[in-house]
Structure formats: structure tokens, C-alpha cells
């Protein structure tokens, strides 16, 4: 148990310690208060934080809003009404208010609290749902995202008509000239996401006059479907803004060709390339404190999603543009300068860890501020960082830590009642040679009240992207410890792919979806075995999902008597299927060389479905019918061979799911439907199966 869990001894250490009865279970997890999103005042005495709140009989969860003192022993205190969603805390630049998103007046706008006292006040009441939204520095502009049709530009009221005249209409039939016809989890209906400023006036209440900034700009601004308010920033004198933009057209598909754009704030001039040279992805503008340089990060591969971001400076009144740390073979995430300017902070994978890094702008020195473990959101103060930190036995809560690192000082001590009295597993990390020889990275989370003199089944977890982790931290769909309360030892393997690695072995997956990392999956599970006497590798269960997926139904073929049961969660079956099938083509494109019909051989190389005749494991398989990444009929088609095989398996389908199972009940049956079907093949006798 790490040294930072301090506030959490008796939610946390002691049940482990001491044995607790009821081991931590789905029910828990869903249940659990989660903290994200902390940002500090601009004095760096107070931190706001979003706190979300499920309610598993409703079927519901709302995320309000919390202040806490950076320093000292202050209590949390929650500054909007419960039930009631409020997001996305940001400071007004004179700390005397706080703005958010809530859709407590029936859509979604901005609202205004004075830290003065009284109650919030509605900032911003336009016709459309506000998507993003970013403070001016001068405080007397707010750039706010809105989802509109090209033709109505600025005349929100005209987008909204269009959108009431649809949905009254008798007629249901869309028309698409290109693709995307579909995104992740929804249907193009023909609007992009664009940013337009308006005015504040004396009180921080917008005007009703919009600038239209991204005008022009055939893409989406925040991207579509997980872009925010990272992807554009004020410049500090509040004249101009950066935005990142794909302009792609017909190719917006296959292409990642991100770019940052500069436009002034009054929409005097059209946007102004910046990145231009640079085909890859461009992305997380900030500006220096005296606006002549902007900081962002950039990959150098076109069309490869999982490209290493660096990090760079560019001089806007040259263009000349600089890598700031070329040698440090990690992707960073959202960027942070210190108050002085010296310094970036910034996220990455490292490891099976995920730390805040501090970044050396001058000489490109690293070094880790937040060590092990994970930071998943971070705001940087005059003398402290306030990060919100999580690892695989404990649910992210709020630190405090020095400038240049030091210990985690606990600023908040969410769900401590929820968990007194609840068993969690321990968990350690290891290594093995893996496939070529290779040093590849683990986590084995011990069943919850270990007994070193039994013999557990294994709860095999294999990680999606591919070019993602399993790493140490707390997950809210693939949760170690919901396994390890099921009895169960749950094993994590970082196969050739993984991030945080260097970019050499996450590169090594492309290509090669069913080699290295099948190979390192083996060996990681021998090494396991040998490793840890209590662990019975002959009562193993494979469970993935997305790639995940589609590596038990590559095991299903390649190994069909390793394992006892096979869970396959939104998995790919027929890669060639699923390149016709998906939104996202330069991912396809890239894993596989180019399109189905000019590398078939790449698609038949590593395809499951063509390895039906040698499936004999019992699979369970799952998916949602929004999900647009990879198609329910995926899930189908794999449901289908085993039906045909004769193999024992079971379809868990999700009308109202996508990719990912969001809703809390529904994350109950997924939980309660998997662990029924370990519990048949890995605990029951076979009589009774």
C-alpha cells in the first residue's frame, strides 16, 4: 500500500491487513464517488474539483462541484446542489467567481458562481447546448464550442429549427454524400462543432452576439467525439486564439492531420495555419505567459493515432518550431506551464504507471513530480500541484505535492465509508522475457483475503487499444479488484504495443496483431504461474475487450485448450469485416498497411474467423448496439461460430451501450453476467456446469 494512502488507512490498509469478510465487489465500484478534474485558484489558496455521484436504483449519476483548501486541515465542502449536473470548474482570472457546465435550466450552459456568496447565476442562455467552453485572461470574453449546421454559421437559432424540423418530420431517411456517416456512438446528422466569442459584461454574464472564429473551417472544433476545451486557448493579451483542426474533406476518415490554427478574437481575419509543414497531428495549444511562443504537442506520422506526442515550442513571429525534450521517449498528455515559465508539466505513460512529469523548457530535463501509480487530472499553483491520483487498490482522490515533487499530502477522503470494512487484493508488478527476449511488464492483484496456502483460478485480463495499459490504475469498467473479490487472482500483461514502453514497442503491434503480443501473453501467463505458487494456471478464464476482444477470439483458434473460458467483450472477429465496417479508417489503415483490397494478405494473416474449426472454449460474448468502433455484428458473427461449433456460449447484448457499458445497472449485469460465467468454468465441478 503506498505511502500516500494515509488518509485512507482505515478504508484501505486495515481490511487488507486484518482480513476483512466482504471483499470489494461490482455493487462497490458502481457505487463510489468519483474525483476528477481539480483546478486551483489563481491566489492558489482554494482548489475546485467535480465529484460524480451514481445512483445505482435510478440508474443515474450526477457530477457536482466541491472547494477545498489547498493548504491546511479544511473539510470539502460541496458548492452546487446535488442531483443536479454541474462539470468542468474553471476559475474566473480574478478568483472571485467560478464558471461551469450544468444543464439545471434544461440545456446545457454556462453558470456563474461568486465566491462572494449567493447562489449561481446563468452566464450564458443561447439556443444550443454549450459544448466547451474557455475564459478570456482580461476576464471580459468567454470562447464557447457549439454544435451547428455550416450554413447557419453564428445564427444558433437557425441550427435549432433545422434540428425541431427534423426531428418533427415524418420522414426519417438521411442522405451522406461522404463518410462519416456514423461517430463512436452517433449518427452524423450533418453538424460540426465550431467556437465562437462572446462579450461578458460587468456582472460575467455573456452577450448575445457571437463571433464566429473557426468560420471557414471544414472540422470540428473541439474534435469529435472526445475533444474539449485542451484543444484551444487564449493568447494572454485576449486579441487571438489557438485551435487545433483536421481540414480533411473527403479523406477526414483515414487522415490525422491535425493542425493548429491562430484567428483574432473579434473575427477580423480568417484562421491562420501555423502547423501547416507538419501532416501528422497537431494538438494542445498554451501560450507563454508573454504570448510570443506557443507549447503543444505534435506526432511526425501521418495517419498513426498511437504516434508519440512531443513536445514542442513554436515562435510565433518566426514560425520556427522546436522539439523540447527529443530524447524522452514517452507521449505526453495535457500540458501545464509553471507560474514562471520555465517549466512544463505534463502526464505520460511510464512504465505501467502513469506520473506527472516536469519538463525543463530551457534544457528538456525530466523528471517525476507523481511517481507510481496514476495521475489523472492535475492543476499546477503558485507553490503547489494539486493532482488527482489513483491506483489499482484505491479510487482517485485529491494530493497536494511540491512544485518539484515530494511526497502526496491527501487533500480529500471520498467513499472512506463506503469502503471501511471492505477486502481489497493486493498488487504487485513484475517482469518475464517476453516474445524476442523482450523485458515485458505485469500486474498480478492477489484475491481479497489472501491465504497463501490455497490454490486461486486466474481472471486473465487482456487490455484494448492495442496501443493502450493495463497499468496501476483504479478502472471503473475493467477493475482488478472486482475479480479479486470474486476469489479470483487477476492477471494485467503490457504485451508488445503497450504504451509507456517507448514508442519502439508500441510500434511493434502494427502488423503483427496476433504475434508478439499473443507470444508475450503466453509466456506472461507461464511466468506467472511459476512465479506465484498459489495461482492455478490450469483454472484460467481470457476476458478483453475491443482489442482486447479480438485477441480471445485470436486465443479461441491459436490456443484452444489453454484456457477453461473465454470472455469476449466488443472484440474484432473478421478484420477484414470490420475495416468496411468502422469509422475510424486510419486506424485500420495503419495496423494493416492500407485498405482491405490492397493488403488482403495482411487482413487474412491474424484473422480469427478464420480459425473457427479450432475453437473448443466455452465464450461468453458482449456487446452494445452504439457501437459505431467496432460493430455489434462483430459480436454477432462470433456469437454465431461458437453457436455453430457447438461450443457452450452466451450473447449479452446492450441496446443503449456502446463501446464501453456506461450506465450503472447495466455495468451490474455486465459484472454479475461474467462472473457467472468464470464462477461455471473456473469454481463449479464440471457435473454441475
Request: proline share 6%; hydrophobic share 40%.
Amino acid at each position: 500500500m503506498p505511502m500516500r494512502h494515509a488518509i485512507l488507512a482505515l478504508c484501505l490498509v486495515a481490511p487488507a491487513a486484518f482480513a476483512a469478510d466482504r471483499p470489494f465487489d461490482i455493487r462497490d465500484l458502481v457505487a463510489l464517488d468519483r474525483v476528477a478534474d481539480p483546478r486551483i485558484s489563481p491566489d492558489g489558496r482554494q482548489v475546485a474539483f467535480q465529484v460524480r455521484e451514481a445512483d445505482v436504483d435510478s440508474n443515474k449519476a450526477a457530477t457536482g462541484l466541491w472547494l477545498r483548501a489547498v493548504d491546511g486541515d479544511a473539510t470539502p465542502r460541496r458548492i452546487t446542489a446535488r442531483g443536479v449536473n454541474s462539470v468542468g470548474p474553471r476559475w474566473a482570472p480574478d478568483g472571485r467567481a467560478l464558471y461551469f457546465l450544468s444543464s439545471r435550466s434544461g440545456s446545457m450552459q454556462v453558470w456563474r458562481l461568486d465566491m462572494g456568496g449567493g447562489e449561481a447565476r446563468q452566464a450564458t442562455d443561447f439556443a444550443l447546448d454549450v459544448g466547451s467552453f474557455v475564459l478570456a485572461p482580461d476576464g471580459r470574453a468567454i470562447a464557447l464550442s457549439f454544435e451547428v449546421f455550416p450554413d447557419c454559421g453564428a445564427d444558433l437559432a437557425c441550427t435549432k429549427k433545422k434540428v425541431d424540423d427534423e426531428a418533427a418530420s415524418k420522414q426519417t431517411g438521411q442522405l451522406y454524400d461522404q463518410i462519416f456517416v456514423r461517430h463512436w456512438d452517433t449518427w452524423s446528422d450533418h453538424r460540426r462543432s465550431q467556437l465562437f466569442v462572446a462579450r461578458l459584461d460587468a456582472t460575467g454574464v455573456a452577450g448575445k452576439d457571437l463571433v464566429h472564429v473557426t468560420k471557414g473551417i471544414d472540422g470540428d472544433v473541439p474534435s469529435k467525439p472526445f475533444g474539449d476545451d485542451n484543444e484551444y486557448a487564449w493568447s494572454p493579451d485576449a486579441k487571438s486564439l489557438v485551435f487545433s483542426a483536421r481540414i480533411a474533406g473527403r479523406n477526414e476518415p483515414w487522415s490525422t492531420n491535425f493542425d493548429l490554427f491562430q484567428v483574432p478574437a473579434d473575427g477580423s481575419a480568417a484562421p491562420r495555419n501555423l502547423t501547416d509543414t507538419n501532416d501528422a497531428w497537431d494538438t494542445g495549444p498554451v501560450f507563454s505567459a508573454d504570448g510570443r511562443t506557443v507549447y503543444y504537442r505534435a506526432m511526425k506520422r501521418p495517419g498513426f493515432e498511437a504516434d508519440r506526442l512531443g513536445l514542442m515550442a513554436m515562435d510565433l513571429a518566426s514560425g520556427a518550431t522546436r522539439e523540447i525534450a527529443p530524447g524522452w521517449d514517452r507521449s505526453a498528455d495535457n500540458l501545464a506551464l509553471s507560474r514562471d515559465g520555465r517549466t512544463i508539466y505534463t502526464t505520460a505513460n511510464d512504465l505501467g504507471h502513469t506520473p506527472l512529469f516536469a519538463i525543463e523548457i530551457a534544457s528538456g530535463k525530466v523528471s517525476k513530480v507523481a511517481g507510481n501509480g496514476h495521475v489523472g487530472g492535475f492543476s499546477v499553483g503558485r507553490d503547489a500541484i494539486v493532482v488527482a491520483h489513483d491506483d489499482l487498490d484505491s479510487p482517485a482522490q485529491l494530493y497536494r505535492v511540491g512544485l518539484r515533487g515530494g511526497a502526496l499530502a491527501p487533500l480529500t477522503a471520498f467513499n472512506a465509508e463506503r469502503l471501511a470494512g471492505v477486502a481489497f487484493g493486493a498488487a504487485e508488478q513484475f517482469t518475464f522475457a517476453g516474445a524476442g527476449g523482450a523485458t515485458v511488464h505485469a500486474w498480478l492483484v492477489k484475491p481479497a483475503n489472501f491465504d497463501p496456502a490455497k490454490k486461486y483460478p486466474v481472471a486473465f485480463l487482456i487490455h484494448g487499444g492495442p496501443q493502450g495499459s493495463f497499468g496501476n490504475l483504479f478502472h471503473y469498467r475493467w477493475n482488478a479488484q472486482t475479480y479479486a473479490g470474486q476469489g479470483y487472482a487477476a492477471l494485467l500483461v503490457d504485451f508488445h504495443g503497450s504504451t509507456g514502453y517507448g514508442q519502439a514497442f508500441t510500434d511493434a503491434v502494427s502488423r503483427d496483431w496476433g504475434g508478439k503480443p499473443l507470444e508475450d501473453l503466453r509466456l506472461g501467463l507461464e511466468a506467472a504461474v511459476a512465479k506465484y505458487a498459489f495461482l492455478d494456471g490450469e483454472r484460467a478464464c481470457a476476458l478483453g475487450g475491443s482489442y482486447g476482444g479480438y485477441m480471445v477470439a485470436w486465443i479461441a483458434g491459436q490456443m484452444p485448450e489453454r484456457f477453461r473460458c473465454l470472455v469476449n467483450h466488443a472484440g474484432v472477429f473478421d478484420i477484414r469485416a470490420m475495416a468496411y465496417m468502422t469509422e475510424e479508417l486510419w486506424f485500420t489503415n495503419w495496423e494493416f498497411g492500407g485498405p482491405p483490397h490492397t493488403h488482403p494478405e495482411d487482413y487474412a494473416k491474424f484473422n480469427p474467423a478464420d480459425h473457427v474449426a479450432k475453437w473448443k472454449a466455452p465464450m461468453l460474448v458482449i456487446h452494445g448496439a452504439l457501437d459505431y468502433r467496432v460493430p455489434y455484428t462483430q459480436g454477432i458473427a462470433a456469437f454465431t461460430a461458437a453457436q455453430v461449433r457447438g461450443i457452450p456460449s452466451r450473447y449479452l447484448h446492450f441496446p443503449d451501450e456502446n463501446h464501453w457499458v456506461l450506465k450503472p445497472a447495466n455495468s451490474v449485469l455486465w459484472h454479475d453476467t461474467v462472473n457467472a460465467w468464470l464462477k461455471r468454468w473456473l469454481v463449479e465441478e464440471p457435473g454441475a456446469r
